[in-house]
């Protein structure tokens, strides 16, 4: 085994964009770091060629590089405007905060990013907390739709594993508490498709025509076909592009819908035996119905990370605050990933998971990619999918 130190040297490496990730992995193997070790690298990094990250002090939040790091809030308000995704955190979770600090939650939900980036380039949504995934953090933040976060409030900061510190998508941590980690591949039911789907091609397979969803998420479908051909989750190239929209079309003859996390109820009753989704919630899907598996498609799939941030303007942003420590204690983040099933970013958490959210094999972690923010490509992206759906 490489000793830390020696692991720390190959991450920096990475990060920096000495290093190619292709060679990270290889090196880092030959040095004998298991799968788990690297999955914890790579999923906290989310760019090859990001400038270095100043490592955080050894304990308490990492010193903030945003406008007025140590800010006052004043005092705590009583209400607290969440938006996040769907089935994405604990049952008791808002309850158990109300209950001990008395602030009335407002907690609603959505289903895609760019859901989540519509409403907030519109402005006034009243909300505190959402949680973009890496690549969005990147659009809000250049875009100025963010508060930076003031970390002498975060006193459970200590918890986060430090490879998810500093990520490239939000350097310093200026502006997002990591919540979740996960994959996107394929929930599919084991009794009904055989042999098993190996890659997206199964989405183009006229076998299982209407028995099939893909998520109701550009970034998500696009990536796909762009991944069966060999491409990168986040081409620009026009021809890349057309070729995903191609097949994209053609997948769309045998799909059902387009439709995200709301499917799983239709793959737990067999009115869906395919569909594009999440890792955490193809497990919550599978505690219901042990057929359902989790495909890691064999051309590569999107590696992400969730972080909770605070829209610019947010009326609560004490109240945020106390929200993102309490969701930073051990046994609140334990319970959040066991509710969702998906990976915790809290240290002090991974080892308490009633099932462990495994890292990728070493022979999965080649194939993932994390999605970057598409910069001037993002409006031909829109163009393609807008043509997607009206094919
Ligand atoms: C929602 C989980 C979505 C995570 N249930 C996508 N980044």
Redesign the pocket.
């Known amino acids: 085994m490489p000793t830390k130190k020696e692991t720390d040297d190959l991450f920096k490496s990475l990060i920096e964009g000495r290093l190619p990730r292709r060679d990270f992995i290889r090196a880092a193997l030959a040095f004998g770091a298991s799968a788990t070790a690297l999955g914890s690298v790579l999923e906290a990094c989310s760019g090859e060629t990001a400038e270095a990250p100043k490592p955080p002090p050894p304990s308490g939040p990492p010193t903030a590089a945003g406008p007025a790091p140590e800010a006052d809030l004043g005092p705590m308000e009583t209400e607290l405007n969440i938006y996040n995704?769907?089935?994405?955190i604990a049952e008791d979770t808002v309850a158990n905060f109300e209950k001990e600090t008395g602030v009335k939650v407002k907690y609603d939900t959505y289903e895609s990013n760019e859901e989540l980036l519509a409403k907030l380039q519109v402005g006034g949504s009243g909300y505190d907390i959402v949680v973009p995934?890496g690549y969005i953090l990147s659009v809000l933040s250049a875009q100025n739709l963010l508060e930076p976060l003031v970390k002498k409030y975060l006193t459970n900061w200590k918890n986060v594993a430090p490879l998810f510190v500093n990520p490239t998508f939000d350097p310093s941590n200026t502006f997002g508490v990591p919540w979740?980690w996960?994959t996107t591949g394929i929930a599919y039911r084991s009794d009904k498709i055989t042999p098993p789907p190996e890659g997206w091609a199964l989405f183009l397979d006229a076998k299982y025509k209407n028995k099939m969803t893909m998520l109701n998420d550009e970034r998500d479908v696009i990536g796909a076909f762009l991944k069966l051909r060999g491409k990168s989750l986040s081409s620009a190239d026009p021809a890349d592009l057309e070729a995903a929209k191609t097949d994209a079309i053609a997948a769309k003859a045998n799909l059902k819908a387009f439709i995200s996390?709301e499917v799983k109820g239709q793959v737990v009753s067999g009115d869906v035996w395919a569909a594009q989704l999440?890792n955490?919630?193809t497990a919550q899907a599978s505690k219901e119905e042990p057929n359902i598996k989790y495909c890691l498609p064999k051309e590569g799939a999107a590696f992400?990370t969730?972080s909770l941030v605070i829209p610019k303007g947010a009326p609560h942003k004490r109240a945020a605050h106390a929200f993102m420590d309490f969701i930073l204690r051990p046994d609140v983040a334990t319970s959040i990933s066991d509710f969702?099933g998906?990976g915790t970013p809290n240290a002090e958490a991974v080892a308490k998971l009633a099932v462990p959210v495994p890292y990728p094999t070493e022979e999965e972690l080649k194939r993932l990619e994390i999605q970057k923010d598409l910069g001037k490509a993002a409006q031909a992206w829109d163009q393609l999918w807008t043509e997607i759906g009206a094919a």
């Open positions: 995704w769907s089935d994405y995934t979740q996960g996390a999440w955490g919630d992400w969730d969702t998906y």
